[in-house]
């Protein structure tokens, strides 16, 4: 079985939020973003606008009939900015034409009066200025303070790690189509239905139960559309509402990376101390999120950040320190891992610096860390099996991690302006919501007359396969072909209370919900399938389509016992509904069992340095991943691959600039560099863990979203192995990502002036 919108893709005839054919007299929605950063908001004046031809209506602040702030944590963000603005692009009016070309005529005919204000774009300064959106959190296990003396090495560094665009093919987009009786039907680009439900009710002072939220794929979401895509929705809504017409806003790739949140970039500070055989005994780390101007999901991103602070490695004695920080920068929010690349980052960086202190290589201090089964994490949870070392292991012998080291050695001594070197990077990361409410899927799931199925979850669809994945679970648990299963859209009307398409567990969810669905569906069919064949339900199976006694084939078809089933009024339909076992956390005391699993895997990623352009190619990346037992190993591959890649683009080429005013500079595809296909390995080898089912997942299987997009970490290091091996790693501060220009500029700590000095110009071209 394949991904089953493969062929609708690469014949273009998907079908996303705008390409339905619109209905009529619809009108189009353009949002007025502030230009200033940071500022008082005096007057607005939309009287241009109003003026332009096609233009309808302009919305701002006083327009809205409802509660006119909202947010997932903390309902601090009104949908256009009221008496201040807090980050340059904030919606400050919305406004409704005829077509889309006037609607942003008409924006361009807005304008604002605002008295500017001093704009705080670092995480440090912030912090300093008392910015922030809530206090400092500390998570500690052991006692830092008592350890540091007993250190046989101790070192610190200060890190500035930057963010990355979400940069989803299909930008954000929401039509409202207002319906009878002041109902409203919404079709969002969202990973999250029930959110959007519950906050256009809101906005619009209006029931949840008059809001209907439909999302039948995105075109990429990665966590860019888990909260932010809500501001759309409601914005079109408040149109369609107020004007009784249906109304669709899109957003230009520009808007939408001025206006959108990003992966949260982090300044952050570290501390290390091993004893004389490396092992480490202490960890302090200081975590400052740039959370941006509202508090958006800045809380739950920093608390992953926190337990994944020490990945995947035993440390005796931490102490971590985090403080989500008010800048005047859009709302960052959640990106693919949640926090838990952030959180793992530093502590790489603090191996690293102590390896080069100790004259080791890196992967030395790693191995002899690594957390063991029964290892005790810092909040409270244990870990329950030996996997991660497993994968290790594994990844050593596989790859040949000797011969590696060996011809890279052997390389480097031989070429005076091209250095190779590599990394390793294991990986435990944690799969749930931390917060458990969020923990359940639901499942609707229809057998028809005619012997096909419809499944309907809470899932979202954003090209990760989790429709596939809930059409090969019936297939196998009814035991028929994946062709006569459809996976319908979400619809808040089908599902309710639908947790977001996020955290790498909405297939383990809805999968486990769908599978008890089925199971309740199939519970009636044995019985009627036993009183027709004069035996015991617990006799009977059904494989390829056919029901079996005793594993022996019988004339009855899987069409007959449906038929069957509905002459004899017994149910052919069933909603599932599934919460994870034994999981909880407590926030404020910071301990718990907050993951249901862990996912395992390890990453070795090569790289070659041309010492004298800086340029770099990423040579290979070859990995062993713990995915249970997969659901369809080919969507499960896609999504090892695609997080490779994007964690390798996040640490290299994906470079974020904000000037001092708040601008982003990088604000289209031709300044803001994503890895192509050049980019990446031309080798990539991926090897899953065999014999290795994981009892909490669907079918033996694990989440596979998130965890792979880690292994791009190994990238950012083997660049600098490679650096390393031409010229000494001088810095004060640790920079991500490590682009072009910032390995130029390592491989010349003295200047670029010593480049023609240092080699022969004839070798240059």
């Not at 971590?320 to 793992?344: E, H, K």
């Not at 319908?488 to 769908?514: K, V």
């Not at 997942?697 to 694990?702: D, E, F, W, Y």
Request: aromatic share 8%.
């Amino acid at each position: 079985m394949r991904h089953c919108d493969s062929e609708l893709h690469v014949t273009g005839k998907s079908e996303y939020v705008d390409d339905v054919a619109p209905p009529a007299g619809m009108l189009h929605a353009a949002v007025f973003g502030s230009p200033e950063a940071h500022g008082n908001l005096v007057s607005i004046d939309v009287s241009g606008a109003l003026k332009t031809d096609g233009v309808v209506s302009v919305f701002t602040f006083s327009d809205i009939p409802g509660e006119p702030y909202f947010g997932p944590v903390a309902q601090d963000e009104p949908l256009f900015a009221d008496k201040k603005v807090l980050f340059q692009g904030q919606p400050i009016a919305l406004v409704v034409a005829t077509s889309h070309e006037a609607a942003r005529k008409g924006v361009t005919r807005c304008k604002a009066d605002i008295d500017a204000l001093p704009a705080i774009t670092c995480p440090r300064q912030a912090f300093e200025n008392g910015e922030i959106h809530q206090e400092l959190r500390t998570f500690n296990k052991g006692n830092v303070d008592e350890i540091w003396d007993r250190c046989a090495h101790v070192f610190e560094g200060r890190i500035d790690l930057a963010g990355q665009e979400h940069l989803y093919l299909e930008t954000n987009r929401s039509r409202a189509i207002p319906l009878e009786d002041g109902q409203l039907k919404v079709f969002a680009s969202t990973q999250s239905p029930s959110a959007t439900q519950k906050t256009i009710a809101s906005v619009l002072g209006l029931p949840m139960n008059k809001v209907e939220v439909d999302v039948k794929r995105l075109g990429g979401g990665f966590g860019g559309k888990e909260d932010q895509a809500t501001h759309w929705a409601v914005m079109a809504s408040l149109a369609a509402y107020a004007l009784k017409k249906p109304v669709q806003i899109v957003l230009s790739r520009p808007d939408d990376m001025r206006m959108t949140g990003k992966r949260h970039p982090y300044k952050q500070d570290y501390k290390i101390g091993l004893d004389p055989e490396g092992r480490i005994l202490a960890y302090e780390v200081s975590h400052y999120q740039n959370s941006g101007a509202f508090m958006d999901l800045s809380n739950p991103v920093l608390e992953r950040t926190c337990m994944h602070s020490s990945n995947a490695y035993s440390i005796p004695n931490i102490r971590i320190r985090a403080v989500p920080c008010r800048t005047n920068l859009p709302s960052n929010t959640a990106f693919r891992g949640f926090g838990g690349p952030q959180g793992m980052f530093p502590l790489e960086v603090a191996i690293e610096k102590a390896a080069a202190g100790l004259g080791v290589p890196p992967d030395w201090i790693q191995e002899r860390n690594l957390a063991r089964e029964g290892y005790v994490f810092h909040y409270g949870q244990t870990l329950e099996d030996d996997r991660l070392k497993r994968a290790w292991d594994e990844a050593k012998e596989t790859f040949d991690l000797a011969s590696i080291r060996e011809r890279i050695q052997t390389y480097n001594q031989s070429n005076p302006l091209s250095k190779k070197g590599f990394a390793l990077m294991p990986v435990c990361f944690g799969i749930s919501f931390t917060k458990t409410f969020l923990n359940q899927g639901s499942s609707l799931v229809h057998v028809y007359t005619d012997g096909t199925i419809n499944v309907t979850t809470g899932g979202i669809e954003m090209g990760q396969g989790v429709s596939s994945n809930m059409i090969a679970i019936c297939s196998r648990v009814f035991g028929v072909n994946h062709k006569r299963i459809r996976c319908n859209s979400t619809n808040t009307s089908r599902i309710a209370n639908i947790s977001p398409s996020a955290a790498s567990a909405t297939s383990d969810l809805n999968g486990n919900a769908t599978i008890m669905a089925c199971e309740e569906i199939l519970t009636g069919m044995k019985a009627v399938a036993a009183k027709e064949l004069s035996c015991e339900a617990g006799q009977i199976s059904i494989v390829a389509e056919r029901v079996r006694v005793d594993g022996q084939e019988t004339e009855l078809t899987w069409e007959q016992l449906v038929l069957k089933t509905y002459f004899s009024r017994v149910q052919l339909m069933a909603h599932g509904f599934y919460t994870p076992p034994n999981i909880s956390f407590d926030p404020i005391a910071g301990w718990g069992k907050p993951f249901h699993y862990y996912t395992y895997g390890t990453c070795l990623v090569e790289a070659t340095v041309d010492c004298i352009r800086g340029t770099y190619t990423i040579d290979s990346a070859k990995l062993v991943h713990d995915l249970g037992r997969g659901i369809i190993p080919s969507v499960d591959l896609g999504q090892v691959e695609g997080g490779l890649a994007q964690g390798i683009g996040w640490l290299t080429l994906e470079e974020l600039v904000f000037s001092d005013e708040g601008k982003l500079l990088s604000n289209a595809l031709s300044t803001y560099k994503c890895p192509d296909g050049d980019a990446l390995p031309d080798d990539i080898q991926v090897t899953f863990l065999e014999n290795a089912d994981n009892p909490g997942g669907p079918l033996g299987s694990k989440a596979v979203g998130e965890p792979p997009f880690m292994y791009g970490i190994a990238a950012y290091f083997a660049i600098r192995r490679a650096i390393e091996a031409f010229a000494p790693l001088e810095e004060t501060e640790t920079r991500a990502p490590m682009t072009p220009e910032q390995t130029l500029l390592k491989l010349y700590p003295n200047g670029l002036s010593s480049l023609m000095r240092n080699s022969n110009p004839s070798s240059i071209s």
